[in-house]
Every structure is written in structure tokens, then in C-alpha cells.
């Protein structure tokens, strides 16, 4: 079958009725499904919820002759500290072991730059005259809310299959005013790409301009593979060592989808001397972190080789899903021409690449059919999509009946929206003819 481009006037208009059948029979089962977040499911939960009977007494709270019900250890237990050295592939000493929120580790390190510096910075981000930060997009919503909370002026990078667009990186970092850049380099969001290692090693060996630009890591998939075997990832804080840049990479990461969101343990790796001078500025504000919880972590993942064996437990919730996604999407969308999207390994999410100008109409299509999707724009800074054609879909949380249905109404929108433009005339206006 010709893709959309290819077809008739006549043809479109047989296809756009076709389709607006459909939606309207789709409709009328009154769906209410969401999609809009990469939230684990209940089975993924169930599938941890042992962890929940780890400490059961008192005696079990002492850890080496201390007492973890109590005060201390703000940059984290020992035994904390020495978990995630091993799943990033740092140093202990380059830990820093925070409470359930690795985005708030990433927040309070912006926070601090901006009252009090950075370890590097001449001065405190809030007494320079201008802020920008570089911002890959397609890229995460949360990050490019906090800096732009900020008062920071955001400036978008492309994204490639290897990683942000590193020419274009290297150029803007010679700008003092650019201070620092977003990554999550295993796994995107939303696009699923690795970083490839060359792009890694660039980063390490970037020269910016300030001398306090920061490369934020955030390393939320390091470990979520739900397709093939876990692919080991390089370590950002020893290539910039190696690179004369140790304290140019904050990385973090957490528990938020191997045990509980919101009741995990979360971390933030850096040089030794960054990690002494953030623990000492968090010092002010919290005496403590939740030590219980980290030993909990601890005793039920271990080490970094059962955690892959956890994740496995969790791939095999996660791969039919993100399967029978990939599946609909080809078999519903493919020949139109009219949508791309990338095949991902790991992480939690399918980005499609929707034709022109039809973004923002699929999502409304899909709302008024009871099936939420992230907002529209939500992966560029400010919100806003140049091109209005980035789609991010999370299928981890729906049941796989609910997703299988979520899917084919999206399919259904996403073909709606492009004969919108191919006629010239919307859905109601057909109708109503």
C-alpha cells in the first residue's frame, strides 16, 4: 500500500473516512487509560515487595556497632556508598547516598550553584549576569524544568543515535555563559539511544570555557535492560580524572524503578572533592538521610550482579509490552510514511517521531478517546516543539490488555491527525459534510 504522500485526493478521503470509523467505534468504549508516565506496574512491584520484610527486628538495624535508627552518616552508610560504587563503577569515596529522589540530588546541586557556587566557580551562578544551559531534546521534562526555574536561558542540542550532537556541544560549551549540560546517556528519554562511546569519551575530554560548566549525568537506566543482556556503560567520573576535568560530571542515579518510586535510595557520584564540598553544604539543611531504608536496599539487592538478576525479573514484565507496542506501530503505522521511532533495548519509554505539525492534534484525538499521553512539547526546554512532532509513550504501567488497546487508539489518532493535513479539513468537518 502507498504511503499517504503517494495517494490520491480521492484515496485520502476513503482512508480519512475509514479511519474516522474506527475512532468513533473506539471511542465508544469509554476508555480511561494512562500513559502519560514511566511508572513501574503493579506486577513490576509485587515482583520486589519481598524487600519489605528485610529488617524485621531491632538487632537487624545495627550495621558494625552502628546503629541505623539514628543520626550520622549523612553522605550515605559504608556498605550504601560501596552498593552504588559498584553499579556506576566509581569509587566509594566518590558517593554521595541520598534519600528516595535522585532528582533531587540533581536539583540541590543546581540549587547550590546558584546560591554558592560550584567546587570550580569563581563566583555564585546567581551574581553572573547571564545562565545558559544546554538542554538535548528530544530530553527529559523534569530536568529542563529545574534549571529553567532558575532563570536560566535553555538552549536545545540535537539528539542523535549516539548521543547529543557533540560538534555542536563542543562549539557552544566555548561560550563562559554556557554553565553546564543535561545527559541521561544510557537508555534516553525519551528516545531509548545509548550513548556511544566515542560521544562519552568527547564529553570527558570537553575543554568548556567556564570553569565551572557541569555535565549533569543523570544515569537513570544504568541498569535497565528489558531486550538482550546488560550492556556495561563507561565511567564518566574516571574519564574526566583522566581527562585533567575531575570535578566537571555530577552523575546520579536510584532505586525508583528496581525496588519502590518514591521509597528507594537514590545517588550522586562525583569527584572526591566534589563530594566532600556538597556534603558539606548539605550538612546545613539535613543531618541525616533515611539509613534504614539504605541498609534495606543493601541487604536485598547486594551488589551490582543480583540487581541484573532483579532487572531480569523486571524485563520480563516489561519486553511483551514494549513489544506489542513496537508490534501495533508496525503493523498500523510503517507503509503510511507518516510516523518513525527508534527500537529500544532498555529504559522506559517509545518516542515516535509523528509527521509535522500533528503532534499536539494526536494527543487531543487521544484524550477525547480517554487515553492520556504526555503533554505535547514536554521533551523540549520551555515546552515547546519546533516541529510539533515528538510523542513520548510510556507502556510500563497499563495492564498489557489495557496497552494493547491504548495502542491501537493511538495509531488511530496519529493517522487521524496526518489526513487532517493531507485534506486540509479536520475530523468534524468530514463528519459533518
Known amino acids: 500500500m502507498a504511503t499517504y504522500a503517494c495517494r490520491s485526493r480521492e484515496e485520502i478521503r476513503t482512508e480519512f473516512k475509514k479511519q474516522i470509523a474506527r475512532y468513533e467505534e473506539l471511542k465508544h468504549e469509554n476508555l480511561n487509560l494512562d500513559m502519560s508516565r514511566g511508572k513501574p506496574s503493579k506486577l513490576q512491584l509485587d515482583a520486589v515487595s519481598d524487600i519489605l520484610t528485610i529488617l524485621t527486628n531491632a538487632d537487624e538495624c545495627l550495621l558494625d556497632g552502628n546503629d541505623t535508627r539514628n543520626y550520622g552518616d549523612l553522605s550515605g552508610l559504608p556498605c550504601a556508598r560501596e552498593y552504588w560504587a559498584d553499579v556506576l563503577g566509581c569509587k566509594p569515596e566518590e558517593t554521595f547516598v541520598g534519600g528516595n529522589s535522585s532528582l533531587a540530588l540533581m536539583h540541590d546541586v543546581i540549587a547550590r550553584a546558584y546560591t554558592h557556587g560550584l567546587k570550580d566557580s569563581p563566583r555564585p551562578w546567581c551574581k553572573?549576569?547571564?545562565?545558559?544551559?544546554?538542554?538535548?531534546?528530544?530530553?527529559?521534562?523534569?530536568?529542563?524544568?529545574?534549571?529553567?526555574?532558575?532563570?536560566?536561558?535553555?538552549?536545545?542540542?540535537?539528539?542523535?543515535?549516539?548521543?547529543?550532537?557533540?560538534?555542536?556541544?563542543?562549539?557552544?560549551?566555548?561560550?563562559?555563559?554556557?554553565?553546564?549540560?543535561?545527559?541521561?546517556?544510557?537508555?534516553?528519554?525519551?528516545?531509548?539511544?545509548?550513548?556511544?562511546?566515542?560521544?562519552?569519551?568527547?564529553?570527558?575530554?570537553?575543554?568548556?570555557?567556564?570553569?565551572?560548566?557541569?555535565?549533569?549525568?543523570?544515569?537513570?537506566?544504568?541498569?535497565?535492560?528489558?531486550?538482550?543482556?546488560?550492556?556495561?556503560?563507561?565511567?564518566?567520573?574516571?574519564?574526566?580524572?583522566?581527562?585533567?576535568?575531575?570535578?566537571?560530571?555530577?552523575?546520579?542515579?536510584?532505586?525508583?524503578?528496581?525496588?519502590?518510586?518514591?521509597?528507594?535510595?537514590?545517588?550522586?557520584?562525583?569527584?572526591?572533592?566534589?563530594?566532600?564540598?556538597?556534603?558539606?553544604?548539605?550538612?546545613?539543611?539535613?543531618?541525616?538521610?533515611?539509613?534504614?531504608?539504605?541498609?534495606?536496599?543493601?541487604?536485598?539487592?547486594?551488589?551490582?550482579?543480583?540487581?541484573?538478576?532483579?532487572?531480569?525479573?523486571?524485563?520480563?514484565?516489561?519486553?511483551?509490552?514494549?513489544?506489542?507496542?513496537?508490534?501495533?506501530?508496525?503493523?498500523?503505522?510503517?507503509?503510511?510514511?507518516?510516523?518513525?521511532?527508534?527500537?529500544?533495548?532498555?529504559?522506559?519509554?517509545?518516542?515516535?517521531?509523528?509527521?509535522?505539525c500533528t503532534a499536539k492534534r494526536t494527543l487531543e484525538l487521544c484524550q477525547q478517546a480517554g487515553v492520556k499521553l504526555t503533554e505535547a512539547g514536554a521533551t523540549y526546554p520551555y515546552g515547546v516543539d519546533p516541529h510539533d512532532s515528538m510523542i513520548r509513550i510510556a507502556p510500563s504501567y497499563p495492564p498489557i490488555e489495557e496497552l494493547e488497546k491504548a495502542m491501537n487508539v493511538f495509531c488511530t489518532c496519529l493517522k487521524l491527525a496526518a489526513l487532517e493535513k493531507y485534506m486540509g479539513k479536520t475530523l468534524e468537518q468530514v463528519i459533518g459534510e
Not at 529553567?148 to 542540542?157: A, D, R, W
Not at 567556564?210 to 541498569?223: H, L, R
Open 128 to 356: 553572573e549576569e547571564r545562565i545558559k544551559f544546554l538542554c538535548p531534546s528530544p530530553g527529559y521534562d523534569r530536568h529542563f524544568r529545574i534549571t529553567e526555574s532558575f532563570g536560566f536561558e535553555l538552549i536545545t542540542v540535537p539528539m542523535t543515535p549516539d548521543g547529543p550532537d557533540m560538534d555542536i556541544v563542543e562549539e557552544l560549551v566555548q561560550d563562559p555563559d554556557v554553565k553546564g549540560i543535561w545527559c541521561v546517556p544510557k537508555f534516553s528519554n525519551p528516545q531509548g539511544y545509548s550513548y556511544s562511546s566515542e560521544t562519552v569519551h568527547r564529553f570527558a575530554r570537553l575543554k568548556p570555557e567556564a570553569p565551572d560548566f557541569v555535565i549533569m549525568w543523570d544515569n537513570a537506566y544504568c541498569v535497565h535492560e528489558f531486550d538482550g543482556t546488560f550492556e556495561p556503560f563507561e565511567d564518566i567520573i574516571s574519564l574526566c580524572a583522566e581527562a585533567g576535568r575531575s570535578n566537571m560530571a555530577y552523575e546520579f542515579a536510584s532505586t525508583s524503578k528496581i525496588t519502590f518510586p518514591g521509597a528507594g535510595i537514590s545517588v550522586m557520584a562525583s569527584s572526591k572533592e566534589n563530594i566532600d564540598y556538597m556534603t558539606k553544604l548539605i550538612s546545613i539543611q539535613c543531618i541525616s538521610y533515611d539509613k534504614l531504608n539504605q541498609l534495606r536496599h543493601v541487604r536485598y539487592l547486594k551488589d551490582k550482579e543480583h540487581t541484573l538478576e532483579i532487572m531480569r525479573r523486571h524485563a520480563q514484565i516489561m519486553a511483551p509490552k514494549f513489544e506489542m507496542c513496537l508490534k501495533i506501530l508496525r503493523r498500523e503505522v510503517t507503509d503510511k510514511g507518516i510516523a518513525h521511532w527508534h527500537h529500544p533495548k532498555g529504559g522506559y519509554f517509545i518516542c515516535v517521531a509523528a509527521m509535522p
